[in-house]
């Protein structure tokens, strides 16, 4: 399942492309006064304080981005204006998915948190990388499609649901309180 995930939804291996990825993301658009060179090195500057790139890798990260429809640039007047392309903003999703965590808090609060999900045959690699995505945030699974957590996690399963475009037909978080005998899972969750 592992191996289907990182196939799938491989992320970008340079640091330099995860920041710029990152940061459009983050703010939509960079904008930089193409009349001013001296401005656009302090405007990346700004954006990742503690890390300087050499101008080249900066320069091909950038022409690669474009050579493979990562991000559109727009001249308007002596403002070049750069932004994600739908197939970029998938492409910097998976650098939001790979950093997604269940925290756990101090105290359990006593419920469950049950996913179920139904995810079609044509969408396998789909359903396989979702399960791997699972397992990595800590839920065990139940059934095949049914799978658990002790740990508030609705924002995480959201954010989850967007990233594989799932409707919420297909996606359902149920709080539980009683699943009859659960000494088993929490000596899993290592929980009282």
Known sequence: ???????????????????????????????????????????????WKKKTYPRKRVYDTFYQFRKYGLVHTERRGKQLFISLTDKGKQKAGMLQIDALRI???????????????????????????????????????????????PYPCSGEVEILRRFFGMPEKELRL?????IGNDQEFRRMFAIT
């Open 174 to 178: 149920l709080l539980v309180e009683d």
């Open 103 to 149: 925290d756990k808090p101090k105290k359990w609060d006593g419920k469950w948190r049950v996913l179920i999900f139904d995810i079609g045959e044509k969408r396998k690699a789909y359903r396989e990388a979702f399960r791997g995505k699972l397992m990595e945030l800590g839920f065990i699974q139940l059934q095949k499609s049914v799978w658990m957590c």
């Open 1 to 47: 399942m592992d191996s289907i995930y990182k196939y799938y939804f491989r992320k970008p291996k340079s640091e330099i492309a995860k920041d710029f990825l990152s940061a459009l993301l983050v703010g939509g658009v960079i904008v930089f006064a193409a009349s001013s060179p001296i401005f656009a090195q302090k405007v990346w500057k700004n954006l």
